[in-house]
C-alpha cells in the first residue's frame, strides 16, 4: 500500500521546524486547507509530501504582518520579508465524519442533552439557532432604537464608593 500523500483536503502536521528571520519558531503545528493562520502559500508548499520528509517551504510575510521580537527582545519587522521554514511533515490525518444516525446520536448526545434520535437532534440545532438569531435581532433593535443619555452623578459617586470599599 502506497505511503498518503499531503492533500490539501487533509490535516497535516509540519514540524518541527526552523525559519529565518524568525529565531524562535515553533516547534509543532498542525495545519489544514480550511486553515487561515499560515502565511499564503506555505500550506501549498506541503502538498504532496509524504510522512518523514523534511523540506524547504519559502514565503513572504505580507504587509501589514505583525512584528515580532527575537531572543533578546529586540523588534523585528516582519511584514514584506522573505523567510524559509525548514519542515518535517510528521503525519496526515484525514478527518472522517461519522454517519448521522439515530444510534449515533443516542450514544454521544443521549446522556448529556437528551438526545436520542436524529430528528431530535434537528429539532435541537434548529431552535438553538433560532434562540441566538432572535436574541441578535432584539440586541440589534435595541442598539438602534435606544437613547442614551449621561449616567447621572448619583449613581457615578456611588459605584466609584463601591469599587473604593473592595480595596
Given amino acids: 500500500m502506497p505511503r498518503p500523500t499531503a492533500t490539501p483536503s487533509t490535516l497535516i502536521t509540519p514540524a518541527p521546524w526552523t525559519a529565518w528571520p524568525l529565531p524562535a ?8 486547507s480550511w486553515a487561515a493562520s499560515f502565511i499564503d502559500g506555505f500550506e501549498d508548499q506541503i502538498v504532496g509530501h509524504k510522512p518523514g520528509e523534511t523540506f524547504d517551504v519559502n514565503v513572504t510575510f505580507p504587509d501589514g504582518y505583525r ?5 533578546d527582545g529586540n ?9 524559509v521554514f525548514s519542515v518535517t511533515l510528521n503525519s496526515i ?9 439515530d444510534a449515533w ?3 454521544t448526545l443521549g446522556t448529556s442533552n437528551d438526545l436520542h434520535s436524529v430528528e431530535a437532534l434537528r429539532a435541537f440545532c434548529q431552535q438553538q439557532l433560532y434562540t441566538s438569531n432572535l436574541n441578535t435581532a432584539v440586541m440589534d433593535y435595541l442598539m438602534d432604537n435606544a437613547t442614551f443619555r449621561e449616567v447621572p452623578k448619583a449613581v457615578t459617586d456611588y459605584q466609584v464608593t463601591q469599587c473604593l470599599n473592595l480595596l
Wanted: aromatic residues 0%; hydrophobic residues 40%; proline residues 6%.
Fill in 75 to 83: 523588534a523585528l519587522v516582519l511584514s514584506g520579508k522573505q523567510a
Fill in 67 to 71: 512584528d515580532s521580537t527575537d531572543a
Fill in 105 to 107: 446520536v443516542d450514544e
Fill in 93 to 101: 490525518e484525514e478527518e472522517v465524519l461519522p454517519e448521522l444516525t
Fill in 25 to 32: 519558531a515553533p516547534t509543532r503545528a498542525t495545519a489544514s
